[in-house]
């Protein structure tokens, strides 16, 4: 299913320009959730891996990177690590229900902007940010989560969740220490007003079932990108042509 999702942004690009594409394997899994038990740091690192070696085994072929969910994160990695000697070689990234979509970046002509982020945080992409092109459902909590929702602290705390346990317990006690959990670093919601915090516990634990279906059973982490959108193609279709548009500028194609 996850994998349908990026076909659909795939034939977006392909209605405006030609393309080969090319998949790069990895263990897509969160924990004790497929992926054979590593974290979701560990497989990401596979598939960074994998990427860099695919564009290091393709020397002056021009790549476009397409990521979806968990595999947005195999893209950040990759990218970070990219040598310089390649950085050419990137036309444009489009990443799709991306955990660390910044809250300003949302896919031009289909919905406004949203006050939501990703749930593991705001981040750009770096030197790539203007290659780069986000799209979010507006009730997919993975992309685009409440500032305050309790589903951040889920992620901040599961990053690392594996079978090892005593390593995923050391993580957790190194997070604490570390006072790194969103909700106390970047939005002081503890420190600034405790006291207001547990009195609206209760909306918040409300939205937080409301993220647990939404992401679930509502379908709108997966189907909600394929799905016609405002009468014309699902969000993952309509990706495509802004990847191609940024894609043909950096090759001189009008």
Not at 65 to 92: N, W
Not at 166 to 171: G, I, V
Request: aromatic content about 8%.
């Amino acid at each position: 299913l996850t994998s349908n999702v990026v076909d659909e942004t795939i034939r977006g690009v392909e209605s405006t320009m030609k393309v080969q594409p090319m998949w790069a394997w990895w263990p897509a899994g969160y924990g004790p959730v497929g992926g054979g038990g590593a974290s979701w740091q560990r497989n990401s690192d596979v598939g960074a891996v994998t990427v860099l070696d695919m564009i290091d085994k393709n020397p002056g072929r021009k790549i476009i990177l397409v990521g979806y969910s968990g595999g947005c994160l195999v893209i950040r990695k990759a990218l970070e690590r990219l040598a310089a000697r390649h950085h050419d070689a990137i036309l444009a990234v489009g990443l799709l229900s991306d955990p660390n979509r910044p809250a300003d970046k949302v896919q031009s002509g289909v919905m406004d902007p949203t006050r939501g982020s990703g749930v593991c945080g705001g981040k750009d992409t770096g030197v790539f940010t203007g290659l780069t092109f986000w799209t979010t459902h507006p009730q997919d909590p993975i992309s685009n989560a409440d500032p305050d929702a309790l589903i951040r602290s889920v992620a901040d705390f599961t990053d690392n969740l594996g079978t090892d346990l005593d390593a995923f317990t050391q993580d957790v006690v190194k997070t604490l220490n570390s006072r790194s959990l969103q909700l106390w670093r970047e939005r002081s919601l503890f420190a600034r007003n405790p006291v207001h915090w547990f009195q609206t516990i209760g909306d918040r634990l409300a939205r937080g079932l409301q993220d647990v279906l939404n992401y679930s059973a509502r379908g709108f982490h997966t189907r909600g990108y394929k799905d016609p959108w405002a009468d014309g193609p699902g969000l993952a279709f309509r990706l495509g042509p802004s990847i191609s548009w940024r894609a043909r500028e950096e090759l001189g194609i009008v």
